[in-house]
């Protein structure tokens, strides 16, 4: 398996258009474009995912940076941390690479919280968007990691194992000497990629076939359960990351374990004791009368038949008799 195009799409002098670029706007777009359709059919104005993502993005995206800086980048050796810190500008060239989305979630999410509390938004409806759009936006963003040769695992033998240049390699995989170009590594891009398009339409037939059965906020805590899950394991094959000294496990680990517990213990607690409702006996005409029925029925077609005797008649006498 091997990227078809190169990562630079355009370049003309200094300006230079990304695959990657493409591929995370058009992420973007189709995740605010579902969100937005959910939030309509809930009779919501689905404009204003629109208006929040101008304010979201931003702090999105810083986070993302500032998650990968300092929370990825030290996996990568001298190159990595030690060099944004001796190059503090660095850190603010997004162009030239590092994200992290779970910096995204943190940051991003912040800044969802405090739009939706000043707009008065009806928090539960938006969130249960959010993580549809959420989902299919992740999916499409990892074709972007499949074009940069990134998101990949330790070599395998598996026939859709993944082509990295030496460019793309990390220590120790760089050594051509004992890893030359023949290797094939885990395409981590393509799991994560399977796993949410997959999530994806789960939320959706769950949100129709059941839907007289959820509750506002549903849907999004089976997202915060559905797509962490899938990344807590990917995780152990992640050759980029940060490990915790003489351990298998990295932060991406401990978030991703706190937001499946959390929602899933949340979700069971919502839905342990099922509403109920009391509902009135509908009558019709073709069920059978019940013995107060027969009662009433026999009591009026009495009253409307009895006559009073001319004896008992109260009428004075008659004037010509």
Request: aromatic share 14%; charged share 15%; proline share 8%.
């Amino acid at each position: 398996m091997y990227p078809p195009v190169q990562s630079v799409l355009l370049q003309i002098g200094p300006f230079t258009i990304h695959w990657y670029g493409i591929t995370m706007a058009l992420a973007i777009f189709t995740g605010t474009a579902v969100a937005s359709r959910y939030i309509s059919r809930q009779g919501q104005d689905g404009n204003m995912i629109w208006d929040m993502l101008l304010w979201i993005l931003v702090p999105a995206i810083v986070g993302a940076r500032l998650y990968y800086v300092f929370i990825q980048a030290p996996r990568s050796g001298p190159n990595g941390l030690g060099e944004y810190l001796a190059h503090p500008i660095e850190i603010l060239e997004v162009w030239r690479g590092g994200i992290h989305i779970y910096g995204a979630f943190i940051l991003g999410g912040i800044t969802l919280l405090l739009y939706m509390r000043w707009h008065k938004l009806p928090l539960f409806i938006y969130l249960d968007a959010i993580g549809l759009g959420l989902l299919i936006g992740q999916a499409i963003g990892r074709i972007g990691n499949f074009i940069n040769q990134e998101l990949y695992g330790p070599p395998t033998t598996l026939p859709w194992g993944l082509r990295i240049d030496a460019q793309h390699r990390i220590p120790p995989y760089n050594d051509l000497t004992k890893y030359p170009d023949s290797v094939r590594f885990q395409p981590l891009f393509l799991y994560e990629l399977l796993w949410d398009a997959l999530g994806f339409v789960l939320l959706l037939w769950v949100a129709r076939r059941f839907s007289k059965h959820l509750r506002e906020g549903d849907l999004f805590l089976l997202f915060l359960i559905w797509s962490p899950l899938g990344r807590f394991f990917i995780e152990f094959y992640r050759t980029d990351s940060w490990f915790f000294p003489g351990t298998p496990f990295n932060p991406v680990h401990i978030l991703t374990a706190i937001s499946v517990i959390g929602a899933s213990v949340i979700f069971f607690l919502r839905h342990r004791h099922a509403p109920t409702t009391t509902e009135m006996p509908e009558t019709s005409i073709n069920s059978p009368a019940t013995p107060s029925d027969d009662v009433s029925e026999t009591q009026t077609a009495e009253e409307e038949h009895v006559q009073l005797p001319d004896t008992l008649a109260l009428d004075t006498p008659n004037a010509s008799s």
